[in-house]
Structures are given as structure tokens and as C-alpha cells.
């Protein structure tokens, strides 16, 4: 599997080469984590959205959600980073100087940056759901994917994981398709319980929506590139093109049962792809690892 | 000084004591699309008074939210899954109805106004977003049982109140441009400050970020001194925002007030003055 490639770079060596930055409205930073997963965030990239001067970078993060989301036209309006994104929540991440990145490079990607100017490489943004301690993920933008020379594996984890100690958060809501390899990312948490699991009111009514209890031990999994979270013979599968049992398994949540995912999407014989989900019992207070 | 700390405290122990500072949503029906756990802690009514409730993550409800939706084309435009994880699920969308209120909730849902609300990091504040007024026939605009004695500025402002009143909001944000006829509606009320002369990744119209503040911390409110002038004519605007910018970075506090009457120069042609908060 390749897991095991992975585990020879751990994830967490990435915060040794990359500068975390968070924005947000300044009054805010006081109570943020600004020491998170053991880095210091520079003030210099403490970007309070209220300020003029923050607009340069406001702009390379607009870039960057295009040059992930652009292609399945899913990028975020501009507007958005601002409004329901920086404002009331709070936007975290990792970048580069632009001086150690090629010319070459910043130009196929449309950074505009001065050399001491910090280039995102990826981001997390989350607003409040139940202040202070619970918020709800809606953009988990990564380049690594794009960028294979830079050696950026692992980036996503390290970045939502970074983001959610920097909110100081320790509940965390999100919406995702069935189908979308972030749940590759996310399940390295720790199991994530089904709020939905059929939705009409998301863009795609294929979008499950999760709940995560946010520990040390998941923390440590995705900074380490281990996966505690695993089926067992209780399991059973949703095939991510599985409409109808998506409905139907959205019946029985909204009868009462529980129920969460607990690994990520697998290969099927069919070539198909299937994701792990197991029943609850009704009393627990949430699935834990 | 307001003090945003002392302020999200002290919302929350004004609606324990069941105070309601602000004004109610008027002759309408109010729709809230919210999720039921966060029903609980967020909102300032109960389960029968009037109030529809709609969860989005129940499919017999969403599929009735087609009406509250904002346009998903243009320069404001927000895509359905932005509503769903920005606003329905961590927050709220808050409806006024077109529908009077002595008749039953009807479906489709005929909205007369509505309002993103996404909840701030700090409790009991909130950021209003997509206000948006529909006409009888779905168009932009106001057409309400009110017909043309409310404007469509007046309708934003009662959305505004409404949205406060039912959020127990200590405080919530906008971002507006300067354009907007609603600023001048909210320059007569009591503790709305400028937090932003131009709000970024807002162009090309310059839009200012505010906060309003629930009507008894702006009771509590601060002296203040007329020192920029909005005028009606839109040429000046650019200058004055500049210097308004600089000032705010330097820590500067601006509050909106209405055009002085007494000024010597005359109120006329002038929109809305702010006024710097004496430290």
C-alpha cells in the first residue's frame, strides 16, 4: 500500500519548511492559537482582513482556491473570502517565499509576489458553528497535487490540522461528495459521523455531511501519516455512485439512527469506489477513535 | 469606549432577562433555515409563535429553500453548497414572508426579503450577507403588503432589525457599498460603526465593512465628534475614503450619523456624516 511510501517523509516535517499565516479580522488574533502544532505564526503573515495592506495576499488566495477548484468549477466567488470566510471565521494555511520558488513556476501559476512575499500553497477556511469551540470547514485548498516537484505530500492534512489549532477547535462540521478524495484526508482524523448523508439543500445532492470529534491522537495520525480509524466486521459499504442507498441511509438518519464513516474510500473489484460506514449506538455521545 | 468582550457578555444576559432591544420583523411572517441543534443556543423565539423553522438537512425541508436562494450568477453571486456551508448549517438564513401574518405558512415559500447570517467567532455576533428584497414575480425589488409606502431600503432595514432581534445578536457586521441607500437608513441608528473605508475583494465599487450594535451598547455609546462628510455627489467620495482609510489604520474610530441639521454649511447634498469616537 502506499501508505508505507508515505510514512518515510512524515506529513509533520512539512510545518520544518513551510510559514503558517492565518487571516482574519485583528481583534481577533488574541484569541487564536498563533503557536499551533508547535510553529510561530510571524506576524508579519497575520493578515487582518480589515486592512488595505492585506490585499496582495487576499488576492494569491483567490488564486490559489482557482488553480484547485477551477478545473471542476467549484472556485469560490471573491467576495466570499471575505465575507463568509476571513470576517467572521478565520482563513489558515502554509506558504513559501516567493524567492525560493522558480520564476519560472510563480508565473505558470499567477503568483504575483515581491521575493520576501509569502506565496500560499495551501489553505483552510472555517467559520463558527457554535462558538467557541465548533466550526464548520468549507475549503481545504492544497497545491500538492499540482506542484509534485516541491515534495508537498501530505499538505491538506497538515494544513486542516494546522487550521483547526489555530481556531482552537475541538468539534468540526464539514460538507463533502461521497466521491471526493478529501475523505482520504479527513477520516485520518477520526471517524466521522453522518449528519447527512443525501442533501438536496448542497449543490450536489451526492454530499454527505460529517461531524468530527478533533483529539491530540487524530492530530498526531495526520502529522505522523497514520490511520487509526479502520472498518471491522460491523462495516458495511456505500458505493460512492450509490444513489438510492444514500437516500435510503439518509431515511434511517433522519429517523433517529447514527451512523459514521470510519476510513477512507476503498477500490472495488468493479473498479468502482466504496466508502466504510458502521452503526452507532444511539447513547454515544460520538464516535471516537 | 465599547468593548467588543463586555458587549458579546452582556447580550447574552440581556436575553436571559427576556429584553428585546430591537425592533420586531413588523406585519410579517419570519422563515428561519437553520439546523436543529444550533436552534437551541442561536435564536431569540420559540417553537410555535410564528416562526417557521426549516432544517436543511432534513430533505422534506430542502426542498421548499429554492425561494431563498441569492442569485448564483453575477458579481454577487453565492453557489448553493457556499449558502449551505457558510450560512444554513453553521448559521442562519432569516426570511420576512410576504404573507401576513394572521394567515397559514404557505408553499412554495413566497419570500419578501431575506438575509445569510454566518455566526463570528465571537459569541452572540454575527455577519449578514446576500441581503436580498424580491419583488411579487421573484424580480429584485420591493412589492410587499406595504406596496410602494416601503421602500426597498426601509424592507433592508427592517430585514436587518428583524435578523438582530431574532439571532440575539450583541452585534453583526456588513459589508455595504457606498452606494447603498441602506446606509443612510442605518446612519439614523443608534451604534453603527466603520470598521472598513473599502472592504477587499469587493470591487470595483468602493464598500464599507460596518458593525452594528445592538441598540443598548450603543446606548452605553461613546462621545463623538462630526469629522467626514458623505456627500450626495459621488465625486468627492474617492478623496474622502482615502483619508477615512488612513485614519482607521491608525486606529481611529468612526461612527454614522445622520446630516446635521444645524450645520452652518446646510444638511443639503449631504447623505450621512461620520463621527470620531473621542478616546
Redesign the interface.
Known amino acids: 500500500m502506499s501508505d508505507q511510501r508515505h510514512e518515510r517523509v512524515p506529513p509533520r516535517m512539512l510545518l520544518e519548511r513551510l510559514e503558517p499565516f492565518v487571516v ?2 485583528g ?2 488574533f488574541d ?1 487564536l492559537d498563533m503557536e499551533p502544532l508547535g510553529v510561530s505564526v510571524d506576524p508579519a503573515h497575520r493578515f487582518d ?7 496582495r495576499f ?1 488576492d494569491r488566495l ?1 488564486q490559489l482556491d482557482r488553480l484547485t477548484f477551477g478545473a471542476v468549477g ?1 472556485s ?10 476571513a ?4 482563513i489558515a494555511g502554509l506558504g513559501v517565499r516567493a524567492r525560493t520558488l522558480p520564476a519560472e513556476l510563480l508565473t505558470r501559476l499567477g503568483f504575483e509576489a515581491r521575493s520576501d512575499a509569502l506565496v500560499p500553497l495551501s489553505m483552510f477556511i472555517a ?6 469551540a465548533a ?2 470547514g ?1 475549503n481545504l485548498a492544497s497545491l500538492n497535487r499540482l506542484l509534485p516537484e516541491l515534495h508537498l505530500r501530505g499538505l491538506a492534512g497538515v494544513t486542516k490540522a494546522l487550521g483547526l489549532r489555530v ?1 482552537r477547535c475541538t468539534e468540526q ?3 463533502t461528495q461521497w466521491e471526493s478524495k478529501a475523505l482520504h484526508v479527513h477520516t485520518r482524523f477520526g471517524p466521522l459521523e453522518l ?2 448523508a ?7 445532492p451526492a ?1 454527505l ?1 460529517y461531524r468530527l470529534r478533533i483529539t491530540d491522537t487524530g492530530i498526531a495520525d495526520v502529522l505522523h501519516s497514520r490511520r487509526r480509524c479502520a472498518p471491522n466486521a460491523d462495516t458495511f459499504w456505500m458505493d460512492t455512485q450509490g444513489h438510492e442507498a444514500m ?1 435510503a441511509l ?2 434511517r438518519i ?1 429517523q433517529g439512527e447514527r451512523f459514521a464513516i470510519v476510513g477512507p474510500p476503498a477500490h472495488d473489484a468493479d473498479g468502482g469506489t466504496r466508502i466504510p460506514v458502521v452503526r452507532l449506538a444511539p447513547d454515544l455521545p460520538g464516535p471516537s477513535v | 469606549m465599547i468593548d ?1 468582550d463586555a458587549v458579546e457578555s452582556g447580550g447574552a444576559g440581556r436575553e436571559e432577562r427576556g429584553e428585546r432591544a430591537l425592533a420586531p420583523a413588523g406585519p410579517y411572517r419570519v422563515v428561519v433555515v437553520a ?1 436543529p441543534e ?1 436552534v437551541a ?1 442561536k435564536f431569540a423565539f420559540e417553537h410555535g409563535t410564528g416562526v417557521l423553522v426549516l432544517d ?4 422534506s425541508d ?2 421548499l ?1 429554492g425561494p431563498l436562494q441569492p442569485p448564483t450568477e453575477g458579481r ?16 442562519a438564513v432569516i426570511s420576512l414572508l410576504r404573507e401576513p401574518l394572521d394567515s397559514p405558512f404557505e408553499k412554495p415559500l413566497d419570500p419578501l426579503a431575506f438575509v ?1 447570517a ?6 452572540g455576533a ?2 449578514l ?1 446576500c441581503l436580498t428584497v424580491r419583488g411579487a414575480d421573484g424580480s429584485d425589488g420591493p412589492d410587499g403588503p406595504d406596496g410602494p409606502d416601503e421602500p426597498e431600503d426601509a424592507l433592508q432595514l427592517r430585514m436587518v432589525e428583524a435578523a438582530m432581534e431574532v439571532l440575539r445578536a450583541a452585534w453583526v ?1 456588513m ?1 455595504l457599498p457606498w452606494g447603498s441607500l441602506l446606509l443612510d437608513r442605518l446612519a439614523e441608528r443608534e451604534g453603527v460603526e466603520v ?2 473605508a ?5 470591487g470595483p465599487e468602493p464598500a464599507a ?1 460596518v458593525q452594528l450594535w445592538g441598540t443598548q451598547a450603543a446606548e452605553g455609546g461613546a462621545e463623538s465628534v462630526p469629522t467626514f462628510r458623505v456627500a450626495a455627489e459621488r465625486g468627492e467620495l474617492s478623496t474622502m475614503l482615502d483619508r477615512l ?1 488612513a485614519m ?2 491608525e486606529g481611529s474610530r468612526y461612527l454614522l450619523a445622520p446630516p446635521p441639521h444645524d450645520d452652518p454649511a446646510g444638511a443639503e447634498g449631504v447623505r450621512f456624516v461620520l463621527c470620531e469616537v473621542v478616546p
Open positions: 482574519a479580522p481583534w481577533r484569541r482582513i480589515l486592512r488595505a495592506a492585506s490585499g487576499l483567490v467549484m469560490m466567488p471573491e467576495w466570499l473570502f471575505n465575507d463568509v470566510s470576517l467572521p471565521g478565520v467559520v463558527p458553528a457554535r462558538p467557541p466550526w464548520f468549507h481556531m462540521l464539514g460538507a449528519l447527512t443525501w442533501t438536496p439543500a448542497h449543490s450536489e454530499t455531511t437516500r439518509q431515511r433522519e | 467588543r439546523s444550533s443556543w436543511p438537512m432534513r430533505v430542502a426542498v429553500l454577487t453571486a453565492m453557489p448553493r453548497w457556499a449558502v449551505y456551508d457558510c450560512a444554513e448549517v453553521p448559521g445569510l454566518t455566526p463570528h467567532a465571537e459569541s454575527w455577519h450577507s457586521t459589508i470598521l472598513a473599502r472592504s477587499l475583494l469587493h465593512t482609510e482607521l489604520e
